[in-house]
């Protein structure tokens, strides 16, 4: 008897993570963004910018625990190491780093999945 | 030494240890957030009131001493009271603040001397402003210290007697009607003047509260996050290994005693 090297990942579960992933990454971009303002200089937008920020973080708290549910999910499906979990973890406070690992999550199962 | 199945102590404890840390840091930022947003971030109660000498000086920033309970002895001055509209609105009702000088007495200040507290002691609405009357001749205030608003130009005309018009809360603005020095805090009376309404409780707390108990749950939620990927650590390496590694397991869901497992993993391994 041979296990199928490839552990079972549902497409939903991967559907559900590319979208949050995606979702949480450009939230968290906007976040950061909305961040520059407290560079000295750009004191003159706080009025105008901080209610559109709390909001925005707000959003991104919310977001982002959905996010780890997604993560949860996929990572016990594919029986991933600790380490990618942990990166995983990160994508959604690291800018950027979210589509990172989406696209190499991506690609790393898409062909494995046309293989079995 | 180690038979597989048998449980590693060692890796457990540092998991467990590390766990707790994370839980510890979590939950107490939670319950922190919690409280916060349960009791209000300035306490605004009675019980714990303060004089206010303890907190604040007159003529110095008011930074720490804003949302303080305190009391304060002294007596109103005559001098003209303030009518602060500025457009705002309290119950549906466009309302005007009536803000009166509270000379406060040489031994309550920590100065000394005397010196002109603001006080907020009730508001009337805008078309009603005959109402206002004259000062209390209370001795003894309670209320809590608000901050100041940004200056406004204040004038006595169509002002009704013995009272002038301004748009903000602004010490600096009263200064120009009243005797020097000043706090630069107002004071929001607990009990309104006789024929005013009372201030209500102070609007941005509600907001605050409200974030403040996302940010609990939001704390939560991560300890719980970390707990589940401890457990699962636990459950996956929390025993030594037989030779192979058992990814054939058919679910995460299926609960994996030790014996069954690795029993399955020895039947099934390639």
């Known amino acids: 008897m041979t296990p199928d090297p490839r552990p079972a990942v549902t497409p939903g579960a991967l559907t559900r993570y590319k979208v949050m ?23 003159s937008l706080e009025a105008s910018l901080d209610p559109t920020m709390f909001l925005l973080a707000q ?58 | 030494m180690s038979a597989p199945g048998s449980l590693r102590w060692g890796p457990i404890a540092g998991v467990v240890a590390a766990l707790l840390v994370v839980l510890g840091v979590c939950g107490s930022l939670g319950a922190w957030q919690w409280s916060v947003g349960t009791h209000g971030g300035e306490p605004v109660e009675a019980a714990d ?20 309970s305190v009391t304060v002895s002294g007596a109103f001055a005559l001098a003209d009271a303030a009518l602060v509209g500025g457009g705002r609105v309290i119950d549906g009702t466009e309302a005007v603040l009536v803000v009166r000088p509270f000379t406060v007495a040489a031994d309550a200040t920590g100065t000394e001397e005397t010196a002109t507290l603001p006080v907020v002691v009730g508001w009337v609405p805008a078309d009603d402003l005959s109402r206002v009357g004259s000062p209390s001749g209370a001795t003894e205030l309670t209320g809590y210290l608000r901050g100041s608003e940004g200056a406004s130009v204040s004038t006595t005309e169509g002002a009704p007697a013995g009272t002038f018009l301004a748009d903000t809360l602004s010490p600096a603005v009263f200064a120009q009607h009243w005797d020097s020095p000043m706090y630069s805090a107002l004071l929001v009376a607990d009990t309104p003047e006789d024929g005013l309404n009372p201030i209500p409780a102070p609007e941005p707390e509600t907001e605050l509260n409200f974030r403040s108990i996302v940010y609990a749950f939001e704390w939560w939620l991560f300890g719980a996050f970390f707990l589940f990927v401890a457990v699962r650590w636990i459950r996956d390496n929390g025993r030594v290994a037989p030779e192979t590694a058992d990814r054939d397991e058919p679910s995460p869901d299926v609960p994996t005693d030790a014996a069954t497992a690795s029993a399955a993993v020895k039947e099934g391994s390639p």
């Open chain 1, 21 to 43: 992933a995606i979702v949480t990454g450009s939230l968290l971009i906007l976040v950061f963004l909305g961040m520059l303002r407290y560079l000295p200089g750009l004191d």
């Open chain 1, 59 to 116: 959003i991104h708290g919310f977001v982002y625990m959905v996010y780890l549910v997604t993560v949860l999910q996929l990572w016990l499906q594919a029986k991933w190491g600790y380490g990618r979990l942990f990166t995983m973890f990160l994508g959604g406070i690291i800018p950027f780093l979210s589509f990172v690992i989406e696209r190499r999550i991506a690609d790393e199962l898409d062909p494995a999945k046309e293989a079995a």
């Open chain 2, 49 to 68: 009131a303060v004089p206010l000498a303890d907190v604040l000086a007159p003529a110095s920033p008011a930074e720490g001493g804003v949302g303080k």
